[in-house]
């Protein structure tokens, strides 16, 4: 470990050298380790935000490989047909490399279905407190993303009391047959 004159020098040095992005870098730094209890490193943050990162890392990659693949194989059929129609290309890119389904066609149904029931519980105030507690944070907006968009539409017109309980259900187990059927969902 360099002894505090060397550090002082050190610090001399960058401060008389830096560029100002590099100052309010440093001041960044300074204020996060402040932040942190008794300059410890909260290791808890450390881990989610690392998560979160590599959360978005994949998801841009995921998005960039469907994209690239798609593309690819567009390029190949062209050269192999130079004459393939748009509606033909579209075809043959869709059947070799699919497009990315929505939400609510890649989780099961059963799993759907117990979502719904909780942000319906959770929205009339019905679910019990410390379970409502147990959830992540900004768990309603990823659910109401994954759900279909009759289910939204359903879900909207309870909600907002313009059907009662039971013709809610009853229609969105209409909804669940006809995704099972293909008609939202297809596939399953």
């Known amino acids: 470990m360099p002894r505090d004159d ?12 830096a ?8 001041q960044e730094l300074m204020n996060e380790r402040k932040r942190n209890i ?9 881990a989610l935000d690392m998560a ?3 959360k978005r890392d994949i998801g841009l990659t995921q998005r960039n490989l469907k994209g690239t693949a798609r593309r690819l194989v567009a390029d ?18 869709d059947q070799m490399a699919p497009p990315e389904m929505p939400l609510h066609r890649r ?3 059963e799993v759907l279905f117990a ?3 909780q942000f319906v519980a959770f929205s009339e105030g019905t679910m019990p407190p410390e379970k409502a507690a147990s959830f992540p944070p900004g768990w309603q907006k990823k659910y109401w ?11 909207g017109e309870y909600l907002g009391r313009e059907i009662d309980r039971d013709e809610f259900w009853r229609r969105i187990r209409s909804v669940f047959r006809e995704m099972r059927g293909g008609g939202d969902r297809g596939r399953r």
Request: charge should be negative; aromatic fraction near 4%; avoid cysteine.
């Open 76 to 93: 190949l059929a062209l050269q192999y047909n130079p004459e393939m129609s748009p509606e033909e290309l579209r075809r043959v890119v």
């Open 6 to 17: 060397e550090l002082q020098r050190i610090l001399d040095d960058f401060m008389q050298s």
């Open 115 to 117: 979502m719904l029931d």
């Open 38 to 46: 008794g300059g410890r490193i909260n290791v808890r943050k450390l």
């Open 145 to 155: 993303a994954a759900f279909s968009p009759a289910m939204k539409r359903v879900l």
């Open 52 to 54: 979160e990162q590599i």
């Open 107 to 109: 989780i099961p149904l």
């Open 19 to 26: 560029s100002p992005a590099e100052l309010q870098e440093l």
